[in-house]
Nanobody, 123 residues
Framework: VQLQASGGGLVQTGGSLRLSCAAS????????MGWFRQGTGKEREFVAA????????IYADSVKGRFTISRDNAKNTVFLQMSSLQPEDTAVYYC?????????????????WGQGTQVTVSS
């Protein structure tokens, strides 16, 4: 499985970005997909996850109401729409694919990871 994240960039406080993660190599629609982020000097943290059919989503409290995760199984792509961005959202954002089980908020539950895309929010 290969995951290719894109869409990061530099944005001002209050701005928006849409991240994409394109998957290849297996039946995309079978697993939970998640987004995580890692700021400089910080541990990788959970941002959002979505069930295989998009019917269930879960968010970190810090992004709830500002970020929206979605997926298009026909295009093997998962998205993260980010709005009202704040400087504390600055991080490298990673998409991940969970093919088995485990708590969706834990990095150890995911089997495959994308390379990350940098999001920088200027104050």
């Amino acid at each position: 499985v290969q995951l290719q994240a894109s869409g990061g960039g530099l944005v001002q406080t209050g701005g928006s970005l849409r991240l994409s993660c394109a998957a290849s190599g297996r039946t995309f629609s079978r697993g939970v997909m998640g987004w995580f982020r890692q700021g400089t000097g910080k541990e990788r943290e959970f941002v959002a996850a979505i069930s295989w059919n998009g019917g269930n989503t879960i968010y970190a409290d810090s992004v709830k109401g500002r970020f929206t995760i979605s997926r298009d199984n026909a295009k093997n792509t998962v998205f993260l729409q980010m709005s009202s961005l704040q400087p504390e959202d600055t991080a490298v954002y990673y998409c991940a694919d969970r093919t088995s089980s485990g708590n969706v908020k834990f990095t150890t539950s995911y089997d495959y990871w994308g390379q990350g895309t940098q999001v920088t929010v200027s104050s």
